[in-house]
């Protein structure tokens, strides 16, 4: 899977918690540090590590990737996940705006968080059902 492709499954898993203001940020022309940087937030500790847990459990689940890295899930205010191409970092509001790495890493450009395809409502609703 392209790193993009995998930002936006990142993202779309973490909408399944409700994270808050999700932001892709491509840094493929400004860092050799990874390809992208995604920032969102979560309302409390609990929420963070569900928002994490979701998208270890459905990258491993649904598509075997798994981190190299992740930390933090004993903080409460920054949880990490390392994809090596993809990099997530789940934030309280105060810490994001404290660290603010948007504006650190403010001459990347912003890729609008999408459903891949293959991801609608048709196959979400068709997972659920399957679950159940």
């Known amino acids: 899977m392209d790193s993009k492709r995998l930002a936006q499954y990142?993202?779309?898993?973490?909408?399944?918690?409700?994270?808050?203001?999700p932001v892709i940020l491509?840094?493929?022309?400004?860092?050799?540090?990874t390809d992208f940087f995604i920032v969102l937030s979560g309302s409390s500790a609990?929420?963070?590590r569900a928002i994490g847990e979701e998208?270890?459990?459905?990258?491993?689940?649904d598509h075997d990737i798994r981190p190299?890295?992740?930390?933090?899930?004993g903080s409460g205010s920054?949880?990490?996940?390392?994809?090596?191409?993809?990099?997530?970092h789940i934030m309280s509001e105060e810490t994001r705006q404290r660290y603010d790495l948007e504006g650190?890493?403010?001459?990347?450009?912003?890729i609008k968080?999408?459903?891949?395809?293959?991801?609608?409502?048709?196959?979400?609703?068709?997972?659920?059902?399957s679950a159940s």
């Open 10 to 21: 990142c993202c779309a898993y973490a909408d399944n918690r409700k994270a808050q203001k």
């Open 26 to 33: 491509d840094l493929r022309k400004v860092s050799s540090l």
């Open 46 to 48: 609990p929420h963070l």
């Open 55 to 61: 998208i270890l459990q459905k990258l491993r689940d």
């Open 68 to 73: 190299h890295l992740s930390d933090g899930k």
């Open 78 to 88: 920054w949880v990490v996940l390392d994809y090596y191409d993809v990099i997530i």
């Open 104 to 110: 650190l890493w403010g001459d990347a450009p912003r």
């Open 113 to 129: 968080p999408r459903k891949p395809r293959g991801m609608g409502s048709k196959a979400i609703k068709k997972a659920a059902s």
